[in-house]
């Protein structure tokens, strides 16, 4: 007995002396890199983009095909094709790029079918220049066509009854600012459409807190903040993108002076490669959609009756075209290529190219063709690009005029169409065909 209480005593010792003792060292790190984990999207993205980029949330009310991620075999073929067209990579020799990086997205839905039929980096947020001005004219027709209908604020009879084409006969009026916001790209109008909403402020903001669990917001909204409320609640975009400010060149007063959007105060660095030498860091972009977000503006008015007074409206105003572009844009003559219609604003600036709206194509069939929305088949086309602001003449716009055309004759004077089909037109083709 005494020998085993010995034995015992002595083996908590041993115990005792080995805790007390320097620590086990862990294990060594390994130096085998990690396995990269794929995104759970099957959406490819073009090769080398900066992961940098942060998520935005989506407005999960938004449960329609437009929002899915899963991409048919269709989709991701077409968008490899398109991808291998642009020509992306980051070789460098002798100074210059191989093929030059774009930070580009593109977004083509089928609203015929209901199915994505091209999806590139179609979350990612890009600058959207003028483009902004189509959905911006949603916003006004919508809310004047609420303040309409519940009669909180009657709005001239000329917005409804007058035909567009007259909409520019009084210096000074909403419809002359709103007409020349699509007609003129004219930015000082577009400010003065966003201040005129926003003489309406509080019946506004109920309208767009209604159909939401949210509490009105404690400080009133200003013209920036209510058209990104309009535009989560109401057309379903993502949070912490959208319109930071309005600020239209060489005026000293307009409406929107001075407002800022601080939630979607993010800037974003175009740091890709362009000729192997890297975008400078100074200048950002803060003024930011996705190209998803800006089809889902298109998706919203095209879901809307036909006989609606805001889809019509904003048909035919979309349908004008810009007055200074001679040549018309791309989706317009993709539009006139098929023998169809162009509802869409484009935009350009110091590093933008964008191109955004719907096409509608007659049907084939001369016996059932009408002037009804069932008798023509619907795409909403996305094209988005950015480049560095000082490079001129902009390498991005031909790229994406060769997407649409094949080949880019724009600096010839000549006209883009009777040239070779580019890949976007093969790709409604091949729709329609099926």
């Given at each position: 007995m005494m020998f085993f209480r010995k034995t015992l005593a002595?083996?908590?010792?041993?115990i005792v002396i080995v805790s007390c003792g320097d620590p086990i060292a862990p294990p060594a790190e390994s130096t085998t890199p990690l396995p990269v984990v794929s995104s759970p999207s099957p959406i490819p993205s073009i090769p080398n983009?900066?992961?940098?980029?942060p998520v935005f949330t989506v407005n999960s009310a938004s449960s329609i095909p437009i929002m899915s991620h899963e991409l048919s075999a269709k989709?991701?073929?077409?968008?490899?094709?398109?991808?291998?067209?642009?020509?992306?990579?980051?070789?460098?020799?002798?100074?210059?790029?191989?093929?030059?990086?774009?930070?580009?997205?593109?977004?083509?839905?089928?609203?015929?079918?209901?199915?994505?039929?091209?999806?590139?980096?179609?979350?990612?947020?890009?600058?959207?220049?003028?483009?902004?001005?189509?959905?911006?004219?949603?916003?006004y027709?919508?809310?004047?066509?609420?303040?309409?209908?519940?009669?909180?604020?009657?709005?001239?009879?000329?917005?409804?009854?007058?035909?567009?084409?007259?909409?520019?006969?009084?210096?000074?009026?909403?419809?002359?600012?709103?007409?020349?916001?699509?007609?003129?790209?004219?930015?000082?109008?577009?400010?003065?459409?966003?201040?005129?909403?926003?003489?309406?402020?509080?019946?506004?903001?109920?309208?767009?807190?209604?159909?939401?669990?949210?509490?009105?917001?404690?400080?009133q909204l200003n013209s920036i903040e209510l058209f990104n409320e309009w535009s989560t609640n109401i057309i379903g975009t993502s949070t912490?993108?959208?319109l930071y400010k309005w600020e239209p060149w060489g005026y000293e007063d307009y409406p929107t002076k001075g407002e800022l959007d601080e939630s979607t105060n993010y800037c974003y660095y175009n740091d890709y490669y362009l000729n192997c030498i890297i975008f400078p860091k100074e200048y950002c972009i803060k003024n930011l959609l996705s190209p998803r977000d800006m089809a889902k503006y298109y998706f919203w008015m095209y879901s809307k009756d036909p006989g609606d007074p805001v889809r019509i409206k904003a048909y035919d105003l979309l349908s004008l075209g810009y007055e200074?572009?001679?040549?018309?844009?791309?989706?317009?003559?993709?539009?006139?290529?098929?023998?169809?219609?162009?509802?869409?604003k484009e935009g350009g600036d110091s590093g933008i190219e964008v191109e955004a709206g719907i096409i509608e194509i007659p049907d084939d069939?001369?016996?059932?063709?009408?002037?009804?929305?069932?008798?023509?088949?619907?795409?909403?086309?996305?094209?988005?690009?950015?480049?560095?602001?000082?490079?001129?003449?902009?390498?991005?716009a031909?790229?994406?005029?060769?997407?649409?055309?094949?080949?880019?004759?724009?600096?010839?004077?000549?006209?883009?169409?009777?040239?070779?089909?580019?890949?976007?037109?093969?790709?409604?083709?091949?729709?329609l065909q099926e």
């Open positions: 002595m083996l908590i010792l041993m983009t900066p992961v940098s980029t989709a991701i073929n077409n968008n490899n094709e398109i991808v291998a067209k642009i020509g992306v990579n980051d070789k460098c020799e002798n100074g210059l790029a191989e093929n030059l990086r774009y930070e580009i997205g593109i977004f083509i839905y089928d609203l015929t079918k209901n199915e994505i039929l091209v999806a590139i980096q179609p979350d990612k947020p890009l600058g959207f220049a003028s483009a902004i001005k189509g959905p911006i004219l949603i916003y027709l919508d809310t004047m066509n609420y303040l309409d209908s519940s009669d909180i604020g009657k709005q001239p009879e000329d917005i409804w009854s007058l035909p567009v084409t007259e909409w520019d006969h009084e210096q000074g009026s909403i419809e002359t600012s709103v007409y020349k916001m699509i007609r003129l790209s004219d930015n000082l109008a577009t400010s003065r459409v966003l201040g005129y909403v926003n003489q309406f402020n509080p019946q506004v903001t109920e309208y767009i807190y209604s159909g939401t669990k949210q509490s009105l917001p404690e400080q912490n993108a959208g200074y572009n001679e040549y018309g844009s791309n989706l317009h003559f993709l539009a006139k290529e098929f023998g169809g219609r162009y509802i869409s069939n001369p016996a059932e063709s009408t002037e009804s929305s069932e008798s023509k088949h619907a795409f909403i086309i996305i094209t988005m690009a950015t480049y560095p602001h000082d490079l001129d003449p902009s390498p991005t031909h790229k994406l005029r060769e997407l649409y055309w094949g080949i880019d004759n724009y600096d010839t004077g000549e006209s883009w169409v009777g040239g070779d089909n580019g890949i976007i037109e093969q790709i409604l083709t091949q729709a």
